[in-house]
C-alpha cells in the first residue's frame, strides 16, 4: 500500500474478471464502475455488452468485449459462458450485475464454478430476494421490519385493496425484469390513486396479472431513504459493509439512486449483518431501506443479491470498495480494514437531470438547490478525467434517444434475438492472447464455439 490505499501489488492481476448481466442496459453505469474500478489496479476485465458501442464498451479499461444477445435458454446460457471462459482463457472472477445473472449463477453454480470463481450461495436464495414476493415473505419469518404488502390476482382483488389502502401506494413488478421486458412498465412506480391503480391493472391484465405487488408508501415527511452495501465471504462474515443516504432517484421516489451520500449507520448496519448471517448469505449485495420516523424502525424495501449500480459511491480510507473486496477474497488477498469514507457523494449525471427536474415539478427543489446538493460529489458515474470516452459515448446515446422519443420513433417490440457472443478486444492491451479454449474442457465440439472472431 502507498499512502494507505490500495495498490496494484494488493491484487492478484494474473486473475481476471468478467462483468455478466443477462438483461439488456446499454446505459448501465454500475458494470462500466467495475471495469473502472479494478482495471485501475491492473486486474484484467473483461465485459458482457449489448453492442460495440455502449458507454462500458470503449473504456480505456476493458481487456475485451463480448457482444452477446441473451436469450431464456438457461441451457443456451451456459455453453455460450463455456466459450466466453475459454476465449478468455484462465479462471475469471464473475461479477454479475443484474438480478437474471445472479440468479443463474447460483442455480448452475455447479456447472459454473469448472471456468469462473464466485462466492457460492445457497441455490435459491437470489432468485428468492430478489423477488418482491420471496423478500416480503422472507421478512415476514423472520421479523424483519418491512412495508405492509398485497399481491393481486384479479381486479376484484384490486378493488378491493383499493377500499382499505391508503393512497399513494408503491407498484412494484413481483419480478421486476420480467415486468419491464415483457409490458415496458417500470418495476418500480407510485400510484397516486384508485382510478391510477386500476387503470394500470387493466392495462397490464393477462400479461403481468399475479405478478404485481401493491406495497405500502412511508410518506417524505415521515420516512428517510438508506443505502446498504456490502460483501460477505464464505462464511457470511461481512468483510466489507458500507451505509449511504439516497438523496435523490430516477423515477423521482421511487427509482434508482441518482445522488447519494455516504453517511455512518452503525445501528442500520447491524441489522443489516445480522440478516445476512441468518440468510448465510455470501457475495456482494445491495440493499434499500427506509426510516420509517413513526415507529422509529428502519424497514426494508429491495434486496438485490448482486452489485449495486450506485457500488462507487461507497469506499474505506484504503480505497477498498465491494468489487476490490471481492477479488481480494476469492484471490487469497489480505483485505486491510478500513473505515468509511465519510460525506463521500456520488451522482448518475443524466439521471440526475431528469429526477431534478421531477423534484421541482413536485415543488421540493429549487435550481439553485439542486446546484447546491452538487457540492462535494467526489464520484460521477459517467465523467472521469482518466477515461472520458465512455462519457461522451453516453451523452450522443442519451440525446439520440430524447431525439426519438420527441419524435415519437417507436422501437421495436418484441424479445432479443439470441445471438452468440462474439469477442471483440478491448481499449486496454492485452497481455496475452488465449488459445480459442485455453485448455478448459468443451461440451461441444470444435465447430459448434460460437465465440467470433477479434
Known amino acids: 500500500?502507498?499512502?494507505?490505499?490500495?495498490?496494484?501489488?494488493?491484487?492478484?492481476?494474473?486473475?481476471?474478471?468478467?462483468?455478466?448481466?443477462?438483461?439488456?442496459?446499454?446505459?448501465?453505469?454500475?458494470?462500466?464502475?467495475?471495469?473502472?474500478?479494478?482495471?485501475?489496479?491492473?486486474?484484467?476485465?473483461?465485459?458482457?455488452?449489448?453492442?460495440?458501442?455502449?458507454?462500458?464498451?470503449?473504456?480505456?479499461?476493458?481487456?475485451?468485449?463480448?457482444?452477446?444477445?441473451?436469450?431464456?435458454d438457461e441451457s443456451c446460457l451456459l455453453d455460450d459462458l463455456e466459450a466466453i471462459a475459454g476465449r478468455i482463457g484462465r479462471r475469471a472472477v464473475l461479477v454479475p450485475t443484474d438480478d437474471e445473472a445472479a440468479i443463474l449463477v447460483a442455480e448452475h453454480a455447479a456447472t459454473l464454478r469448472e471456468w469462473f470463481a464466485f462466492p457460492e450461495q445457497p441455490p435459491a436464495l437470489p432468485r428468492s430476494l430478489a423477488s418482491k414476493r420471496g423478500l416480503y415473505q422472507t421478512c415476514v419469518r423472520l421479523g424483519v421490519p418491512c412495508p405492509e404488502a398485497a399481491f393481486p390476482t384479479s381486479e376484484a382483488d384490486v378493488v378491493d385493496f383499493c377500499a382499505r389502502a391508503a393512497f399513494p401506494i408503491v407498484l412494484k413488478g413481483v419480478e421486476p425484469w420480467l415486468l419491464t421486458r415483457r409490458t415496458g412498465q417500470k418495476s418500480t412506480s407510485i400510484v397516486r390513486g384508485p382510478d391510477d391503480l386500476l387503470a394500470i391493472w387493466r392495462r397490464l391484465e393477462g400479461r403481468a396479472g399475479g405478478h404485481l405487488m401493491l406495497q405500502e408508501y412511508i410518506p417524505d415527511g415521515v420516512g428517510e431513504d438508506w443505502i446498504v452495501h456490502g460483501y460477505c465471504d464464505a462464511r457470511s462474515t461481512c468483510l466489507a459493509a458500507f451505509t449511504g443516504v439516497k438523496l435523490r432517484s430516477y423515477p423521482p421516489h421511487a427509482g434508482l439512486t441518482t445522488l447519494g451520500r455516504t453517511a455512518a449507520n452503525p445501528v442500520l448496519l447491524e441489522q443489516a449483518e445480522a440478516l445476512f448471517e441468518r440468510l448465510s448469505y455470501r457475495g456482494i449485495m445491495d440493499m434499500d431501506w427506509r426510516l420509517d420516523r413513526r415507529d422509529g424502525r428502519y424497514k426494508l424495501l429491495d434486496f438485490n443479491p448482486r452489485l449495486g449500480a450506485q457500488f462507487r459511491l461507497f469506499e474505506d480510507d484504503h480505497g477498498i470498495d465491494v468489487v476490490r473486496a471481492l477479488h481480494l477474497d476469492l484471490t487469497g488477498r489480505r483485505l486491510p480494514q478500513g473505515r468509511l469514507v465519510q460525506r463521500r457523494g456520488f451522482v448518475v449525471e443524466h439521471l440526475d437531470t431528469l429526477a431534478a427536474l421531477g423534484y421541482r415539478r413536485d415543488g421540493g427543489l429549487t435550481v439553485r438547490g439542486w446546484i447546491r446538493s452538487l457540492r462535494g460529489v467526489q464520484e460521477r458515474a459517467w465523467f472521469a478525467l482518466d477515461d472520458l470516452v465512455p462519457f461522451a459515448v453516453l451523452c450522443g446515446r442519451f440525446l439520440l434517444r430524447g431525439a426519438a422519443r420527441a419524435l415519437k420513433v417507436e422501437r421495436p417490440a418484441g424479445v432479443r434475438r439470441a445471438r452468440a457472443p462474439r469477442f471483440l478486444a478491448g481499449r486496454a492491451r492485452l497481455s496475452v492472447v488465449p488459445g480459442r479454449l485455453g485448455g478448459f474442457p468443451s461440451r461441444r465440439t470444435s465447430d459448434d464455439q460460437r465465440t467470433g472472431p477479434e
Open 1 to 72: 500500500m502507498s499512502g494507505g490505499r490500495v495498490t496494484a501489488a494488493a491484487f492478484d492481476t494474473a486473475t481476471p474478471v468478467l462483468v455478466l448481466k443477462i438483461g439488456s442496459y446499454p446505459l448501465h453505469h454500475g458494470g462500466l464502475g467495475v471495469i473502472r474500478s479494478l482495471g485501475r489496479v491492473g486486474v484484467p476485465v473483461y465485459g458482457v455488452c449489448e453492442d460495440r458501442f455502449t458507454p462500458a464498451a470503449v473504456s480505456r479499461y476493458l481487456r475485451g468485449r463480448f457482444i452477446w444477445a441473451t436469450s431464456g
